[in-house]
C-alpha cells in the first residue's frame, strides 16, 4: 500500500489515520510491545531494522533506535522521504518522515523526527495475507524424504502472510497430514533475500484446473519464526501491498 503523501491531496486510503490522538496511540502501541519495524530509505533500496524508543507529545518528536554504523545514520539523515512499516496486533502499520535527525535519548545514539500527520492502518484480519506474484513465480524449497533419500521439492508459493505461506504441490509429493511439519524450509523472497523457516501443513485443497488437470494447493504456518524473519516477511508483504496498489491508483 502506498504510503501518504504520495498519493496526493487526495484521501485514497481508507485505511488513513488522521486523528493524532489515535497516531500517538498506534505509535505508543509499537513502542510499549517493544515491535521491530522496517525503516526505508532510497525507496526501499536500503532497509534498516529499528523499533520505537519514545513518544515525545510536548516536542512532536518520535524517537527510534539508531541503526547500525555511523554512515548508515548518515545515509538516512540524508534521505529526502523514510518509510516506516510494522506490525501492532497483527495489523500493518506503515507512515513515513521527510527528514530524520540523528539524536542521543537516554545515553544512547537514536534518531528522531515529528510525529506523522498522518499513518496507514491495515484492516484487521489474523494476519494480513497476499497474492504472490504469477509473472515472477517464488519458490520455496521443502526438504522431502523421496525413496529413502531427502530430495528438494520446489514448490510454487501462491500467497504469503506474517503466519505462514500456500504453496502448489502439482506432484503431490508432501504429506499434507495436518500438523506435519518441515523444517529447513527455503524461500526466496525478491530484493529480501533467502529466508530459513519450518512450516507445519495446516490445510490442504485439491484443485481442477482448467485444462481438467488437477493440483494441490497446502498451507503451512510457521513454526517459532524468528524475529528477524518476521522482519524480512513482512517487508516483502509490505513491497507487494505497496507494488499491487501502485497498479489500482496509476502511481509509479
Same mark, same amino acid.
Given at each position: 500500500?502506498?504510503?501518504?503523501?504520495?498519493?496526493?491531496?487526495?484521501n485514497?486510503?481508507p485505511?488513513?489515520?488522521?486523528?493524532?490522538r489515535?497516531?500517538?496511540?498506534?505509535?505508543r502501541?509499537?513502542?510499549d510491545?517493544?515491535? #521491530?519495524?522496517s525503516? #526505508?530509505?532510497?525507496?526501499?533500496?536500503?532497509?534498516?531494522?529499528?523499533?520505537?524508543?519514545?513518544?515525545?507529545?510536548?516536542?512532536n #518528536?518520535?524517537?527510534?533506535?539508531s541503526?547500525?554504523?555511523?554512515?548508515?545514520?548518515?545515509?538516512?539523515?540524508?534521505?529526502?522521504?523514510?518509510?516506516?512499516?510494522?506490525?501492532?496486533?497483527?495489523i500493518?502499520?506503515?507512515?513515513s518522515?521527510?527528514k530524520?535527525s540523528i539524536?542521543?535519548?537516554?545515553n544512547?545514539?537514536?534518531l528522531?523526527?515529528?510525529?506523522p500527520?498522518t499513518?496507514?492502518?491495515?484492516?484487521?484480519?489474523?494476519?494480513?495475507?497476499?497474492?504472490?506474484?504469477?509473472?515472477?513465480?517464488?519458490?520455496?524449497?521443502?526438504?522431502?524424504?523421496?525413496?529413502?533419500?531427502?530430495?528438494?521439492l520446489?514448490?510454487?508459493l501462491?500467497d504469503i502472510?506474517?503466519?505462514?505461506?500456500a504453496?502448489?504441490?502439482e506432484?503431490?509429493?508432501?504429506d499434507v497430514?495436518?500438523?506435519?511439519?518441515?523444517?529447513?524450509?527455503k524461500?526466496e523472497?525478491?530484493?529480501i533475500?533467502?529466508?530459513?523457516v519450518s512450516?507445519?501443513?495446516?490445510?490442504?485443497q485439491?484443485l481442477?484446473?482448467l485444462?481438467?488437470?488437477?493440483?494441490?494447493?497446502?498451507?503451512?504456518?510457521?513454526?517459532?519464526l524468528?524475529?528477524?524473519?518476521?522482519a524480512?516477511?513482512q517487508?516483502?508483504i509490505?513491497?507487494?501491498?505497496?507494488e499491487?496498489?501502485?497498479k489500482l491508483?496509476?502511481i509509479?
Amino acid at each position: 500500500m502506498q504510503l501518504t503523501p504520495t498519493l496526493g491531496t487526495e484521501n485514497q486510503s481508507p485505511y488513513q489515520v488522521e486523528s493524532r490522538r489515535e497516531i500517538i496511540s498506534l505509535l505508543r502501541g509499537l513502542s510499549d510491545s517493544n515491535q #521491530l519495524i522496517s525503516m #526505508l530509505i532510497n525507496g526501499g533500496a536500503e532497509v534498516f531494522i529499528t523499533s520505537i524508543l519514545h513518544i515525545d507529545e510536548a516536542a512532536n #518528536l518520535v524517537i527510534v533506535d539508531s541503526a547500525p554504523g555511523q554512515l548508515a545514520n548518515q545515509r538516512i539523515a540524508e534521505a529526502n522521504r523514510i518509510s516506516f512499516e510494522g506490525l501492532l496486533d497483527k495489523i500493518g502499520i506503515q507512515f513515513s518522515a521527510n527528514k530524520v535527525s540523528i539524536a542521543s535519548f537516554e545515553n544512547r545514539p537514536s534518531l528522531q523526527f515529528p510525529i506523522p500527520s498522518t499513518l496507514i492502518r491495515l484492516q484487521r484480519r489474523e494476519y494480513y495475507r497476499i497474492n504472490t506474484p504469477l509473472s515472477t513465480p517464488i519458490k520455496a524449497n521443502f526438504p522431502v524424504e523421496v525413496d529413502g533419500r531427502i530430495e528438494t521439492l520446489k514448490l510454487t508459493l501462491v500467497d504469503i502472510s506474517c503466519g505462514g505461506i500456500a504453496v502448489l504441490d502439482e506432484k503431490k509429493l508432501l504429506d499434507v497430514t495436518v500438523g506435519t511439519t518441515y523444517d529447513h524450509c527455503k524461500v526466496e523472497l525478491p530484493t529480501i533475500g533467502l529466508v530459513d523457516v519450518s512450516l507445519q501443513v495446516r490445510n490442504s485443497q485439491e484443485l481442477v484446473l482448467l485444462n481438467g488437470k488437477s493440483n494441490r494447493r497446502v498451507g503451512c504456518q510457521f513454526i517459532n519464526l524468528s524475529n528477524a524473519v518476521l522482519a524480512s516477511v513482512q517487508r516483502y508483504i509490505m513491497k507487494l501491498e505497496r507494488e499491487r496498489n501502485s497498479k489500482l491508483t496509476g502511481i509509479r
